[in-house]
């Protein structure tokens, strides 16, 4: 457990990226949410470690800490008890070509591989509602793009390394895009706003361009 400034501590769970590592985490901050410390106020988990965030005046660093020593940190795993999201995705994207031809396959095999699987948030961040998805099957583990694009359109559905991911905002970008869904990743004025949670698990299913059209409508009309 290592302080994070007067206001924050952090407790890390290891060294490498995995799911055990991640149902260690998110275990971790369930375990302190039922907890319910005065004076906590956020919760942060990552890769491999759990932030947790808390008013100074309420709570002091040793106090805080005592209690979280007091849990029982190791329970049940929550990994598996996320919720579950289909995202409809049209595999239209301009690096599905190359990175085909880089694993070896065809492009419709390529789109086939990549919604064949049930991924695993695993955090947020980069951007609001940046969802980290894992992991990729092995031949589409493929590297960034030499040169980052400095415009990918929201909605864009990307791969790098072992994972996978849907740009929830227009911004600059290095992963590879493979396709795209119509899906909100995120809305400040929803509850919570970011649409994916660590823990959940996100299914991804193709969709023709005339499903993708429909859907587009549908969401601009509700």
């Known amino acids: 457990m290592l302080a994070l400034g007067d206001a924050a501590v952090t407790l890390e769970f290891g060294q490498t990226i995995g799911r055990e590592t991640s149902a260690r985490v998110l275990a971790a901050r369930d375990a302190i949410v039922a ?12 890769f491999r470690s759990l932030t ?18 007091d849990l029982s940190l190791e ?11 289909t995202v409809p995705v049209l595999y ?3 690096d599905l070509d190359e990175t085909a031809r880089a694993a070896g396959l065809t492009r419709e095999a390529a789109a086939a591989l990549h919604a064949g699987q049930t991924y695993h948030v695993y955090m947020l961040g980069f ?24 415009r990918v359109p929201a ?20 992963w590879r895009l493979i396709g795209r869904t119509p899906l909100r990743l995120f809305d400040h004025r929803a509850h919570p706003p970011s649409l994916f949670a660590p823990g959940d698990r996100v299914q991804f299913t193709p969709v023709s361009a005339a499903e993708f059209d ?7 009309s509700t």
């Open 92 to 94: 239209d994207g301009p």
């Open 35 to 46: 907890a319910a410390i005065p004076g906590v106020r956020e919760y942060v988990p990552t």
């Open 75 to 85: 329970g049940a795993a929550s990994a598996g008890e996320g919720r579950t999201w």
């Open 127 to 150: 951007l609001p509602g940046f969802a980290y998805l894992g992991d990729l099957p092995e031949p589409l583990r493929l590297p960034r793009l030499d040169v980052p694009r400095t």
């Open 214 to 220: 429909q859907l587009v409508r549908g969401a601009k």
């Open 155 to 174: 909605g864009s559905v990307a791969i790098a390394s072992e994972l996978t991911a849907i740009y929830p905002v227009e911004s600059p970008g290095g």
């Open 52 to 69: 947790v965030h808390y008013d100074p005046a309420a709570i002091g660093f040793a106090d805080l800490a005592a209690r979280i020593g």
